[in-house]
Nanobody, 116 residues
Framework: VQLQASGGGLVQAGGSLRLVCRASGRSATAVNAMGWYRQAPGKQRELVAKITFDGTRNYDDSVKGRFTISRDSARRSVFLQMNDLKPEDTAVYYC??????????WGEGTLVTVSP
């Protein structure tokens, strides 16, 4: 599975961005979940949001109420609408695809920079 992420950029605090990730290629099994992780300089990669095959959504507490994850299953795409962005949201955002046997696939990442 190959993942292509886009939509990052520079935005002022309070602004919005929409990240898009499209999956292509084949996996040994069907998808279990797709989601977004982020990694800020000097920090570990952390889960931002994910959506499972049955539509269950999970969010990190820091983004609840501001970020919304959605998907287009037919096009194997996942989206992250980010509103009310804060400087602490600055990070490289990675798209993730988890299949049903626990194998993770990662995109190359897209940089989100939020200025004060």
């Amino acid at each position: 599975v190959q993942l292509q992420a886009s939509g990052g950029g520079l935005v002022q605090a309070g602004g919005s961005l929409r990240l898009v990730c499209r999956a292509s290629g084949r996996s040994a099994t069907a998808v279990n979940a797709m989601g977004w992780y982020r990694q800020a300089p000097g920090k570990q990669r952390e889960l931002v949001a994910k959506i499972t095959f049955d539509g269950t959504r999970n969010y990190d507490d820091s983004v609840k109420g501001r970020f919304t994850i959605s998907r287009d299953s037919a096009r194997r795409s996942v989206f992250l609408q980010m509103n009310d962005l804060k400087p602490e949201d600055t990070a490289v955002y990675y798209c993730n695809y988890l299949n049903r046997v626990g194998l993770n696939y990662w995109g190359e990442g897209t940089l989100v920079t939020v200025s004060p």
